[in-house]
Structure formats: structure tokens, C-alpha cells
């Protein structure tokens, strides 16, 4: 009850709903990451055993290790992701409830700065934003671990070739900023032009009988063609810098890891 009002807050009470899960989301993914980085120190042993450089007894069991790792880390990730995602629903039906119920509860007056396109749009894009943030938490939420941990083992193993993967992947945080910055605005472009395009074609319909009775079909298409082409051009925008994005993302750590050990091997280090 305090959080209704003039005085309430929607992040408080949409933080209330999924603080909880986001907390476990972040300790469970955490134990997830430091689980996967410890395979390649078990599998180092598992080939130190295959070459003969330690027993066979701990080759079996580093291959036993990996498996109860790999299997753990796995249902850990699917646990986690089942948390955000019911959370996320939960939090996604009561905001698109409330979307739908505060209209109502308003005068005349108070609906005048709210257009049927935006009301639409907070309850078919907006509300649905708690359910892709949710989805990715996992993701941000095991970040610190494997930043952290590689930053200061890494180094011990490789010396000073990793400097040039963490450059590559500083680089490529930098650039996908940038280039997140510009998806974002894109987005708020189509979205203002789907508020505009939604709210058209809402008069068209509210006024059906006038324009057929006198032949305006014609018109009125015309006009929402031209809202919905600013709006294709804003989403195409949108998809290219999200591709882009993506490609950077994906592709320039990739690139940065091949130069590093290429570098380690070509200063005469073993691999």
C-alpha cells in the first residue's frame, strides 16, 4: 500500500518483485562461471596423464571432474535461467495489468498526454523490456567472475602476451557501447513512429464509416503508408547497428584470443 500514490515508485516495487531472483540468479551463475574455468586446468592434467607426464589414475580422475563440472555448470545455468524467466512473467503480467487498468482509473483530462499508439506500445514493447533484461541478467550477472578471475590467472600462465587480448577485449566493450548507444536510439525513433503510425490507424478505424461513405480509403492508406515508412526506416537502422553489434561482439574477442597465443607461440613459448 505505500507504494501506491503520487509517491510511489515503479523500479521500487519492480525491484520488491524480483530481488530475490536476481540475487540467486547472480550467486548461482557466479559458482557457474567459476565451474567452466576450471576446465582447461583439469584438462591441462588429463593431457599431462595421455603424454605420460603424470598417472593414469589422475587422468581418470580429471576426466571424472570434468564431467561432474560440466553436467553441474549446466543444470546451474538452466536453474538460473528458469528463476529470471518466472520472475520476469510475473513481473511482465503485473505491469501489463496495470497498464491496462490506470487508463481507466483517469479522467478525460488525465488521458489527454496519452496517445492510444503510446498505450499500445507500453504494453506490446515496454512492458515485454523486463522480460529481455531478465534474460540476459545471467549473462551480466557472471561478468565480474570472468573478468576478475581470468585478469589474474591468465597472466601467471601466458605472461605478457594475454596485455594484448585484454586491449582486444576492452576495445571491443568500448565499441559495442558506442554502437549500443545508437541501437538505442533507433529504437526510441520506431517506436515514436509506431506511437504515430498506431494512433492514425486508430482514427481510421474510429471513423470507419466516415471514410467509406466518402471513398477516402485511399487516403487514409496513403497516410499510414507514410508513418509506416518512417517507421521501416528507423527499424532497418535499428537491425543494421544490432548486426553490428553482434558481429563486434562475437567476432573481435575470437580475434583477439587467436593473436594472443599466436604471439605466445611465435616468442618461443610451449604451448
Not at 18 to 29: E, K, S
Not at 37 to 60: D, E, H, R, T
Request: net charge positive; with cysteine.
Amino acid at each position: 500500500e505505500r507504494k501506491r500514490g503520487p509517491g510511489g515508485s515503479l523500479s521500487r516495487v519492480c525491484m520488491q518483485m524480483m530481488g530475490r531472483a536476481l540475487g540467486m540468479c547472480l550467486l548461482i551463475m557466479n559458482v557457474q562461471a567459476l565451474l567452466l574455468m576450471a576446465g582447461p586446468l583439469m584438462v591441462g592434467q588429463l593431457v599431462k596423464s595421455i603424454q605420460g607426464a603424470a598417472s593414469p589414475g589422475v587422468g581418470f580422475l580429471m576426466c571424472f571432474l570434468l564431467t561432474a563440472t560440466t553436467a553441474s555448470a549446466s543444470i546451474l545455468q538452466q536453474g538460473s535461467w528458469h528463476i529470471c524467466s518466472r520472475s520476469a512473467r510475473q513481473c511482465w503480467l503485473a505491469l501489463t495489468g496495470l497498464i491496462f487498468e490506470k487508463p481507466a482509473r483517469l479522467s478525460s483530462a488525465g488521458r489527454s498526454d496519452l496517445t492510444e499508439g503510446e498505450l499500445v506500445n507500453m504494453m506490446a514493447v515496454d512492458a515485454q523490456q523486463v522480460l529481455q533484461f531478465m534474460q540476459f541478467f545471467a549473462i551480466f550477472a557472471c561478468a565480474p567472475s570472468y573478468i576478475l578471475v581470468p585478469t589474474i590467472i591468465v597472466p601467471i600462465f601466458i605472461g605478457w602476451p594475454y596485455i594484448i587480448g585484454l586491449a582486444v577485449f576492452a576495445a571491443t566493450s568500448f565499441v559495442c557501447d558506442r554502437i549500443a548507444l545508437q541501437v538505442k536510439t533507433y529504437q526510441g525513433l520506431k517506436l515514436r513512429a509506431a506511437d504515430k503510425r498506431n494512433a492514425r490507424l486508430n482514427e481510421s478505424f474510429q471513423g470507419i464509416r466516415t471514410v467509406k461513405l466518402n471513398g477516402w480509403e485511399g487516403l487514409m492508406e496513403e497516410r499510414i503508408e507514410d508513418e509506416r515508412k518512417e517507421e521501416m526506416v528507423a527499424l532497418k537502422k535499428f537491425h543494421i547497428m544490432q548486426s553490428a553489434q553482434q558481429a563486434v561482439s562475437f567476432g573481435a574477442p575470437t580475434i583477439g584470443v587467436v593473436v594472443t597465443f599466436i604471439i605466445y607461440g611465435a616468442v618461443g613459448s610451449d604451448f
